[in-house]
């Protein structure tokens, strides 16, 4: 079964389309995808007519290009036919977007299509999806484009059982600099299921990390996704919900009552090296950021560099708690730091790990110290602990910092709060690759993200 | 491949939904798995020679298809010393719903540790290992991981206990025989594994790990409703 249609179709018809309600989402989803896409789109209706001047085919095979993604936001009833047309036409991978199949009861319409599906290996998303979004190149999703917050392009492939999670989720990678290469809403998942884009990612040479929202597996694909995500030669991230759920039967065996559903969904993934639960959002986007920046695995001891001692304080807490190790520094390094530290900041600052250059401190004693940690073969990652308000910080110490991390091959993450006013100094770790967090336990869980990821 | 008497057992079994105590003993046995010495006394007249047979002091179970969980509803005694005590307990056992024998075993004081399967729906048999006995849901200091399992999922579930220390030899206590629970636990996740398609979950509790043994002191399977 061939998912690349799904992701980067030539052409694309929307089949569903209405001539007076401009608000219906197959209406959405043809006019971005005709205007703001490469993906050649054409509208379908039996009814035909016309949509701003655009012709609507009457059916798939009405229209003059051979369709290679169908998106359909037609009544459940007819979806079975359509998709059936689908298959006749030659048309090579499709969206279910509409509601009303197995969530109402309706297996029936569910098992016709996955029937067809099967025989004809074409690959279906859906039904009750939002679909695919491919920056740059489809977006099926049914929202207005003034609506929704796209992330850059980048490495992170995202896929999720919810909607309305995945849409969250991608403000929340737009806000963190966490670059997307795809996100897959796929609802009901009658056929395409969370396995097969798996597989389909693992080959896939845009995602180098691949992250899942799951609210439970079907029978037994729980085991088939967890072997296959061991076997994946790239990060896989899952955040499970419905932790609290499934508590209540009665059980016969002590096995049985404390092997629950998510205390067992939980022991599988940690079991499988490579496979990473994220116990919620803030690891989410944590794990995705840092393993979008770095493809390398360490096995805990961090340098932290701060300009408050309390911010120190908190992340030796924070590491502590993740079982990462915070390594006394060495007498010669210390020297070596204190000696090239400004005048000023050598009397006060406490030169160990962390190292606490005060708010006396400035750009050239963060680019030092920082340099000095990453030389040092015991530290594995540097966390610079950043306050931009501190007199001395300039804008740009984020891409000077960057270099350093660069030069010496040694994975930096920082922290900076995320307000506008610093936007410059975020950015000059971004663009260069460097992952920011907007909180010092952030920070803390990228690093947790290198210490839980194998060797790739 | 499933022995034939297993699966002969497991049949038989079937219209109680779950195997009686001697049965799932002798499963383990057939499997390699250490179990005490045991026999069941069915009449009077087998209780003293049973018993001395054993050895005493004894463990006195009740067998009864009607009564699944034993020590809550009174079906168990420990430490019996002796042919008269033995046939009072008999006598009292005899009384209760379904009794179908007395299971008579030696007693193997160590370490209580629970070994369980469950067959989960997402992810097919798990394994879960812990300290047992009756308190096994109070502390629930368990690991649990997708079976089979191999040397590396064994080590890191005994690994991930939090009183591990009590099993590696504490205050003059000599350690339990790691290499017999290790053993134990990869050759039960085996047969876990061949079971699948009958088993809903199994627990050995308590099993006694002693410096030299691991031997499965109780044990309950529960069969599947359905296939």
Same mark, same amino acid.
């Given at each position: 079964?061939n998912?690349?249609? *799904?992701?980067?179709?030539?052409?694309?018809?929307?089949?569903?389309v209405?001539t007076?309600?401009?608000?219906h989402?197959?209406?959405?989803?043809?006019?971005?995808?005709?205007?703001?896409?490469?993906?050649?789109t054409?509208?379908?209706?039996?009814?035909g007519?016309? *949509?701003?001047?655009?012709?609507?085919?009457?059916? &798939?095979?009405?229209?003059?290009?051979? &369709?290679?993604l169908?998106v359909?936001?037609?009544?459940?009833d007819?979806?079975?036919? &359509?998709?059936?047309?689908?298959?006749?036409?030659?048309?090579?991978?499709?969206?279910?977007?509409?509601?009303?199949?197995?969530?109402?009861?309706?297996?029936?319409?569910?098992?016709?299509?996955?029937?067809?599906?099967?025989e004809?290996?074409?690959?279906?998303?859906?039904?009750?999806?939002?679909?695919?979004?491919?920056?740059?190149?489809?977006?099926?999703?049914?929202?207005?484009?003034?609506?929704?917050?796209?992330?850059?392009?980048?490495?992170?492939?995202?896929i999720?059982?919810?909607?309305?999670?995945?849409v969250?989720?991608?403000?929340?990678?737009?806000d963190?600099?966490?670059?997307?290469?795809?996100?897959?809403?796929i609802?009901?998942?009658?056929?395409v299921?969370?396995?097969?884009?798996l597989?389909?990612?693992?080959?896939?040479?845009?995602?180098?990390?691949?992250?899942?929202?799951?609210?439970?597996?079907g029978?037994?694909?729980?085991r088939?996704?967890?072997?296959a995500?061991e076997?994946c030669?790239?990060?896989?991230?899952v955040?499970?919900?419905?932790?609290?759920?499934?508590?209540?039967?009665?059980?016969?065996?002590?096995?049985?009552?404390?092997a629950?559903?998510?205390?067992?969904?939980?022991?599988? *993934?940690?079991?499988?090296?490579?496979?990473?639960?994220?116990?919620?959002?803030?690891?989410?986007?944590?794990?995705?950021?840092?393993?979008?920046?770095?493809?390398? +695995?360490?096995n805990?001891?961090?340098g932290?560099?701060?300009?408050?001692?309390?911010h120190?304080?908190?992340?030796?807490?924070?590491?502590?708690?993740?079982?990462?190790?915070?390594?006394?520094?060495?007498?010669?390094?210390?020297?070596?730091?204190?000696?090239?530290?400004?005048?000023?900041?050598?009397?006060?600052a406490?030169i160990?790990?962390?190292?606490?250059?005060?708010?006396?401190?400035?750009?050239?004693?963060?680019?030092?110290?920082v340099?000095?940690?990453?030389?040092?073969?015991?530290?594995?990652?540097?966390i610079?602990?950043?306050?931009?308000?501190?007199?001395?910080?300039?804008?740009?110490l984020?891409?000077?910092?960057?270099?350093?991390?660069?030069?010496?091959g040694?994975?930096?993450?920082?922290?900076?709060?995320?307000?506008?006013?610093?936007r410059m100094?975020?950015?000059?770790?971004e663009l260069?690759?460097?992952?920011?967090?907007? +909180?010092?336990?952030?920070?803390? *869980?990228?690093?947790?993200?290198?210490?839980?990821?194998?060797?790739? | 491949?499933?022995?034939?008497?297993?699966?002969?057992?497991?049949?038989?079994?079937?219209?109680w939904?779950?195997?009686?105590?001697?049965?799932?003993?002798?499963?383990?046995?057939?499997?390699?798995?250490d179990?005490?010495?045991?026999?069941?006394?069915k009449?009077?007249?087998?209780?003293?020679?049973?018993g001395?047979e /054993?050895?005493?002091?004894?463990?006195?179970? /009740?067998?009864?298809?009607?009564?699944?969980?034993?020590?809550?509803?009174h079906?168990?005694?420990?430490?019996?010393?002796?042919?008269?005590?033995?046939?009072?307990?008999?006598?009292r056992?005899?009384?209760?719903?379904g009794?179908?024998g007395?299971?008579v075993?030696?007693?193997?004081?160590?370490?209580?540790?629970?070994?369980?399967?469950?067959?989960?729906?997402?992810?097919?048999?798990?394994?879960?290992?812990?300290?047992?006995?009756?308190?096994?849901? /109070?502390?629930?200091?368990?690991?649990?991981?997708?079976?089979?399992?191999d040397?590396?999922?064994?080590?890191?579930?005994?690994?991930?206990?939090?009183?591990?220390?009590?099993?590696?030899?504490?205050?003059?206590?000599?350690?339990?025989?790691?290499?017999?629970?290790?053993?134990?636990?990869?050759?039960f996740?085996?047969?876990?594994?061949?079971?699948?398609?009958?088993v809903?979950?199994?627990?050995?509790?308590?099993?006694?790990?002693?410096?030299?043994?691991?031997?499965?002191?109780?044990?309950?399977?529960?069969?599947?409703?359905?296939?």
């Amino acid at each position: 079964m061939n998912l690349q249609p *799904l992701f980067k179709p030539k052409t694309m018809a929307v089949i569903g389309v209405s001539t007076t309600n401009e608000r219906h989402p197959a209406n959405v989803i043809y006019s971005k995808n005709h205007h703001r896409y490469p993906v050649e789109t054409f509208a379908v209706n039996p009814r035909g007519g016309a *949509l701003k001047g655009d012709p609507i085919f009457p059916a &798939i095979s009405d229209i003059p290009e051979q &369709i290679e993604l169908a998106v359909i936001a037609a009544r459940a009833d007819y979806v079975p036919d &359509i998709l059936k047309n689908c298959i006749e036409s030659g048309v090579k991978a499709a969206i279910v977007v509409s509601g009303g199949f197995s969530e109402v009861g309706r297996w029936d319409l569910r098992d016709r299509m996955v029937a067809m599906a099967r025989e004809a290996a074409f690959p279906f998303v859906g039904p009750n999806c939002l679909g695919i979004y491919v920056p740059g190149y489809v977006d099926s999703f049914f929202l207005p484009a003034e609506r929704m917050v796209k992330p850059d392009e980048g490495n992170v492939a995202f896929i999720s059982q919810s909607g309305g999670i995945l849409v969250d989720q991608m403000i929340k990678f737009a806000d963190e600099g966490v670059g997307l290469s795809k996100a897959v809403s796929i609802g009901n998942k009658a056929f395409v299921k969370e396995l097969d884009l798996l597989n389909f990612l693992a080959r896939d040479r845009e995602t180098k990390v691949i992250a899942f929202y799951v609210e439970g597996f079907g029978k037994d694909e729980g085991r088939e996704f967890v072997l296959a995500a061991e076997k994946c030669p790239k990060p896989v991230i899952v955040l499970k919900s419905g932790k609290s759920s499934g508590g209540q039967r009665a059980v016969s065996s002590h096995t049985a009552s404390m092997a629950g559903d998510y205390q067992s969904f939980s022991a599988a *993934l940690a079991q499988h090296d490579g496979v990473i639960e994220a116990l919620n959002e803030l690891e989410l986007v944590s794990f995705c950021e840092s393993m979008s920046s770095y493809q390398t +695995s360490i096995n805990g001891n961090i340098g932290i560099v701060t300009g408050s001692g309390g911010h120190g304080a908190l992340a030796v807490d924070a590491c502590s708690a993740q079982g990462l190790s915070v390594p006394e520094l060495g007498e010669v390094t210390k020297k070596e730091i204190e000696a090239h530290l400004s005048a000023s900041v050598k009397a006060i600052a406490s030169i160990r790990n962390p190292a606490d250059l005060t708010g006396s401190a400035i750009d050239d004693d963060f680019v030092w110290t920082v340099r000095a940690l990453c030389t040092m073969p015991e530290i594995e990652c540097v966390i610079a602990l950043l306050l931009p308000y501190l007199p001395g910080i300039t804008m740009d110490l984020g891409s000077r910092l960057s270099n350093v991390s660069r030069q010496a091959g040694k994975p930096l993450i920082a922290y900076v709060p995320h307000v506008d006013k610093y936007r410059m100094l975020i950015e000059g770790f971004e663009l260069n690759g460097i992952p920011v967090s907007p +909180s010092i336990e952030g920070a803390v *869980l990228m690093a947790t993200a290198l210490r839980r990821s194998k060797p790739w | 491949m499933v022995k034939k008497e297993i699966l002969t057992i497991l049949k038989t079994s079937e219209k109680w939904g779950w195997v009686l105590e001697p049965d799932a003993k002798r499963i383990f046995s057939l499997e390699g798995l250490d179990v005490p010495k045991f026999s069941v006394a069915k009449v009077p007249g087998d209780v003293s020679r049973i018993g001395n047979e /054993i050895g005493y002091p004894v463990v006195a179970k /009740i067998v009864s298809p009607e009564v699944l969980h034993k020590s809550d509803s009174h079906g168990v005694e420990v430490g019996v010393t002796g042919d008269k005590d033995l046939k009072k307990v008999f006598d009292r056992f005899r009384k209760m719903e379904g009794f179908a024998g007395m299971l008579v075993e030696e007693m193997i004081p160590g370490t209580e540790l629970i070994i369980g399967a469950k067959h989960d729906y997402q992810f097919g048999p798990m394994i879960l290992l812990g300290f047992g006995g009756t308190g096994v849901e /109070i502390y629930k200091d368990v690991s649990l991981r997708m079976a089979p399992l191999d040397e590396n999922d064994v080590n890191s579930m005994i690994q991930g206990l939090k009183a591990k220390k009590l099993l590696e030899g504490y205050r003059g206590t000599k350690p339990i025989n790691m290499k017999a629970l290790k053993e134990s636990l990869i050759t039960f996740s085996g047969l876990v594994m061949k079971l699948k398609d009958y088993v809903e979950s199994i627990d050995l509790n308590p099993v006694m790990c002693t410096p030299e043994r691991c031997v499965i002191a109780d044990a309950r399977i529960i069969l599947k409703t359905e296939k």
